[in-house]
Structures are given as C-alpha cells and as structure tokens.
C-alpha cells in the first residue's frame, strides 16, 4: 500500500509526496492537456485562432518531449464542423510522443445517446483507455454518460473501471483522466455544468480511495482547479483553446519522481 505524505502548493507548482514500495523507478514526465475545442469563441476565418493556439502547445509539448500526451475532452467546440475536425485531426499527428484522446459534452453534441457515443468511436476509435507507462498506470473514463444519466452505459463502464483499478494496485502511483471534475472545490456542492450528479460523486470517490488512485486530471472547466479529498488530487486544468475566468491557455507537465509528482502549468500565451 502507498503512503500518501504532505502535498507542498505554490502557484503553479504541485508536489504530492509518495513513498513507493516499488524497487525499480524511472523518472519520467507526461503531458495533460483539455480543451483543445477547436472553433471555441473563434470568430477567425477557417478556425485560424483555435489553429494557432493548439499550434502553440504542440511546438511546446514536442520541445519538453515527454513520454505521452493525453488529451481529456472537448477536441472540438462542434463534432459536426467538417474544418473543426480537420483542424484537430491535422494537429494532433504533429505531437511527437503517442497521445491519448477522451471526449468531452461538446465532442458528443452535448448529450448521450448510444448512437451518439457509437459514432464519436467511429470517429475517434474509443471512448476509454488503459494502460501502463514506466510502472505506473493511465486509466481515461467517458464522463458523458455520467453527466447525462445513462445508467446502462455508466453500469457497464464501471464495471470496467473497476476490473483496471484492480490490475493497477500495484502500479506505482496510478492516474485516472476524465473530462468533466467530480466536484469543483466541496463534494457537497450544487450540481451544475461543471461537476457530476451529487448522487454520484461519493460513489466514485469511494471507489479511487479503495484503488488507491493518486490524481484525478480533468478538463471541462477552462480554468485551473487544484483540491485534495481523502488523499486524492482532483485538479482541472486550463484549456488549450480560450480560458475563462482567471484560466490561461496552457497545458499541465506532470513530472514523474521516486518521491511523488508534480504538475507544472505551462502557458502558451501571456
């Protein structure tokens, strides 16, 4: 079992202190980023501001050259814009490391349904993903149904997510991607558009505090959230596309270390 430490915050910086009973660890960082939502507030012919600014982040993400990149939601502002996917769909092949796509509401029309979620796969080919990276794992849900209260869909995935938890107990620290957070800043809160069903949340959180689940990395918000519940960082981060509120554009760096991580916000533009 992992021994959770102190969590030490500045500004831009997270340090969570681990102590991992793995022998062997590899120092390593990956990037998180949101939001890209080519078309978001972008009055441009041809989409060339949302263009520019995932530019931006793909020249920044390819200097830094972690060893993935995983992007949770919200690819484009409109799925059925044919210039919005091209767009996404040009850009994302120019990131050097592999890179790992979940949807968002906009990504899914902003509802559920079964042949909604069917053609987003078509489109995309997945909703979810698993898998390990230098003894630590990488599990991504679809929040979609969660949000929209498709109880079959959500059942299934549960399931799912709890059969992947339990193959990475042994995991060095363990991270879970979603788009939209669990909760903004109280598990208590009011539902609204940027949380989950009240109902459900404790559910979840029960269920990453059993796994022993390190860090919940989300999007959805366009601005950064940064909590700690029960041991369990839920963080938000800023979009890559228009920021709103205190956000910036930017993307999250997660560094990797033997004693715990940190997430480091990278601006890519003033």
Same mark, same amino acid.
Request: net charge negative; aromatic share 10%.
């Given at each position: 079992m992992r021994n959770h430490g102190i969590a030490l915050v500045s500004a831009i910086t997270l340090l969570v202190v681990v102590t991992s009973c793995s022998k062997k660890f590899e120092v390593f960082s990956f990037v998180h980023c949101t939001d890209t939502q080519?078309?978001?507030?972008?009055?441009? +012919?041809?989409?060339t501001h949302s263009d520019s600014l995932f530019n931006?982040?793909?020249?920044?993400?390819?200097?830094?050259?972690?060893?993935?990149?995983?992007?949770?939601?919200?690819?484009?502002?409109?799925?059925?814009?044919?210039?919005? $996917?091209?767009?996404? @769909?040009?850009?994302?092949? @120019?990131?050097?490391?592999?890179? *790992?796509?979940?949807?968002?509401?906009?990504? *899914?029309?902003?509802?559920?349904?079964e042949q909604i979620r069917d053609d987003y796969v078509a489109?995309?080919? *997945?909703?979810?993903?698993s898998f390990k990276k230098k003894g630590c794992a990488f599990i991504g849900i679809d929040t979609n149904c969660i949000k929209e209260k498709a109880e079959e869909a959500e059942a299934e995935q549960l399931s799912w997510l709890e059969g992947e938890l339990r193959k990475a107990r042994k995991a060095n620290y363990t991270f879970l991607f979603l788009h939209c957070p669990i909760f903004k800043k109280d598990i208590a809160e009011a539902d609204d558009y940027e949380n989950f069903p009240i109902e459900k949340r404790e559910k979840y959180i029960s269920l990453l505090k059993e796994y022993g689940?390190?860090?919940?990395?989300?999007?959805?918000?366009?601005?950064?959230?940064?909590?700690? *519940?029960?041991?369990?960082?839920?963080?938000?981060? $800023?979009?890559?596309? +228009?920021a709103l509120g205190h956000g910036r554009p930017g993307f999250n760096v997660v560094k990797v270390g033997k004693e715990g991580f940190e997430i480091e916000f990278h601006p890519t533009t003033d």
């Open positions: 080519i078309g978001f507030m972008d009055h441009s +012919e041809g989409f931006a982040a793909i020249v920044a993400v390819n200097a830094l050259a972690p060893e993935v990149v995983v992007i949770t939601g919200d690819l484009v502002d409109n799925i059925d814009d044919p210039i919005q $996917n091209s767009i996404f @769909e040009k850009r994302v092949a @120019e990131f050097d490391p592999p890179v *790992y796509l979940l949807p968002g509401n906009h990504d *899914y029309k902003k509802q559920w349904t489109l995309r080919g *997945y909703d979810r993903f689940v390190d860090a919940v990395l989300a999007g959805h918000t366009h601005k950064d959230i940064d909590i700690e *519940y029960q041991g369990i960082r839920l963080v938000a981060a $800023n979009p890559v596309c +228009e």
